[in-house]
């Protein structure tokens, strides 16, 4: 079945305290792409990657970093995470940009 | 740079009534625009896109879109909402011009029996 898989779903952790999101897609997209979404903000581009190695900032990449290494996946590094950055994030992939976005199930994450 | 305004946050309809959710946008190149729906809990899935071929785009589930330059809108329409298509809606612009999605801040459509 063709998905995108987001791990974990739900985390919560403490201020300071490297975390790492995985994202994972099986369709051999060139495109992926991560967002947060707030209440009331809808959702906002983190960073996205249009191929493997190449990588760049959306609207709201402060406190986060990302790699693709490999095609399949595009993690999400959370070097010192704030209060700030509790949110609902999602990862995202298409087969190039500006084509039909697959959607993770979300990580809802709550740093303290 | 583009921009996307949905102009309402909430709509509520009744089940069997039109449903219309606006959204403006603005763009410097030829966009591509989108509409996703996101139901509780769930990803967000997509529900049709324009990329200038047709400035009628009809999607799943019945609902459908119409591109129009000179109001730079695309709002979205069903001729009669059912109970499961309560859900928030996104609208997107995609523009290769600068090579980022933006998504307005969605509308809650909120469907009563």
């Known amino acids: 079945e063709a998905q995108v898989t987001q791990n974990p779903r739900y985390l919560i952790t403490v201020t300071g305290k490297k975390l790492t999101v995985t994202c994972s897609q099986n369709m051999n997209h060139e495109y992926m792409s991560w967002y947060r979404q707030d209440p009331g903000l809808g959702l906002r581009q983190i960073y996205y990657s249009m191929n493997v190695e190449v990588t760049d900032k959306g609207d709201v990449p402060e406190g986060y970093k990302v790699s693709r290494k490999e095609k399949r996946n595009f993690p999400l590094i959370l070097e010192s995470p704030s209060p700030n950055q509790t949110s609902l994030y999602f990862c995202a992939s298409s087969d190039t940009f500006g084509e039909k976005l697959f959607f993770g199930s979300g990580t809802q994450l709550s740093v303290l | 740079a583009q921009s996307v305004t949905q102009l309402d946050s909430h709509v509520s309809v009744s089940e069997g009534t039109p449903v219309l959710l606006r959204c403006n946008y603005s763009?410097?190149?030829?966009?591509?625009l989108f509409w996703y729906v996101q139901h509780p809990n769930k990803g967000l899935q997509l529900l049709l896109k324009y990329t200038s071929a047709a400035t009628l785009v009809k999607g799943i589930n019945g609902f459908e879109a119409e591109f129009k330059k000179s109001e730079t809108s695309f709002h979205l329409t069903k001729p009669s909402a059912h109970m499961s298509d309560a859900a928030e809606y996104f609208c997107v612009v995609s523009d290769r011009g600068y090579s980022t999605l933006t998504f307005g801040k969605g509308t809650m459509l909120l469907v009563s029996p």
């Open positions: 763009s410097s190149y030829s966009p591509s």
